[in-house]
């Protein structure tokens, strides 16, 4: 296979670990390291050239074809799960020092099953993200959907993932899989353009997947008023951040295992499926001789 060839096939191999065909558009828009046009990746898919299927309007590996089927069922079911998330975002949008609330995870990319749960990115005011995390956990205890660790059945709850503020909006660890979670990030409700400023800060993003275009319809804006301005002003003055994240540690002490928490950064899986991901994609690109 060419160098082209080789892009397209490893943009497959990439989505079959999440059991996700795709469409030509899609193969364009995700593909890894490697800037190709439109009309190339055309005429490539038409040519035969690579161990793949394709079935109505979806490429996936030769073994896999039962995948498009599965995808539209769980496209069907995502988009249940979508109305649930936006109405629930929208309530979460009131708390004054959110300034980001992205879906993340398999329900961004509509791939969700039934049993599920909803998982969301949430950007704060500067120097205020140990306080919005504890203000967006009491919003959805109170609203009934909380998913904390110990959730059992946790269909449709919301999985507080990751709480940034907006002085941490770069991310460090650079590897095709955040890059994927970051351009695939939904946006769902925003402030002061604070996911164009996310974005912009990621730009590290186009080296591996240098054709990606993000999903710029917002459903939410807001502009902050002047309660949410004496708000935020007095939580810093009387140090709320600081005092919140010491009680929040203090609580979480005993069950802490691979989270990461930080100043400005709350990074709450306990389960590294970054490194589980990345393992199995070197397996695959090792597998079929690619670079």
Not at 211 to 240: A, E, G, H, P, T
Not at 250 to 265: A, C, V
Request: aromatic share 12%.
């Amino acid at each position: 296979m060419g160098s082209n060839e080789d892009a397209i096939f490893k943009t497959l191999l990439y989505s079959n670990l999440f059991d996700y065909p795709l469409q030509e558009g899609e193969i364009y828009n995700f593909l890894i390291a490697k800037k190709v046009t439109q009309n190339e990746i055309s005429k490539i898919l038409g040519s035969n050239k690579l161990p793949i299927k394709h079935s109505h309007g979806f490429y996936f590996l030769k073994d896999k074809r039962g995948l498009v089927q599965e995808r539209q069922v769980r496209e069907e079911l995502s988009l249940a799960k979508l109305k649930i998330a936006k109405k629930i975002i929208n309530k979460l949008s009131l708390i004054p020092t959110i300034n980001f609330i992205g879906i993340s995870g398999t329900l961004a990319m509509k791939n969700c099953e039934k049993d599920d749960d909803i998982d969301i990115f949430v950007i704060a005011e500067k120097n205020l993200a140990w306080t919005t995390r504890l203000l967006t956990v009491l919003r959805l205890i109170s609203l009934g959907v909380y998913r904390n660790k110990y959730s059992k059945n946790f269909r449709d709850k919301i999985c507080l993932n990751l709480v940034l503020d907006e002085k941490r909006m770069s991310f460090s660890g650079r590897d095709l899989f955040t890059a994927h979670e970051i351009m695939q990030l939904l946006p769902v409700f925003e402030r002061d353009g604070a996911y164009r400023k996310f974005i912009n800060s990621n730009q590290w993003t186009k080296q591996f997947l240098p054709n990606c275009v993000v999903n710029n319809n917002v459903v939410f804006r807001k502009q902050r008023n002047n309660f949410d301005r004496l708000f935020i002003f007095i939580c810093k003055i009387l140090f709320l951040e600081k005092i919140l994240k010491s009680l929040q540690l203090f609580y979480m002490r005993r069950s802490i295992t691979r989270e990461k928490l930080e100043n400005g950064f709350i990074g709450l899986h306990p389960f590294d499926y970054k490194s589980y991901v990345l393992k199995k994609y070197r397996a695959e690109i090792s597998k079929f001789k690619l670079t």
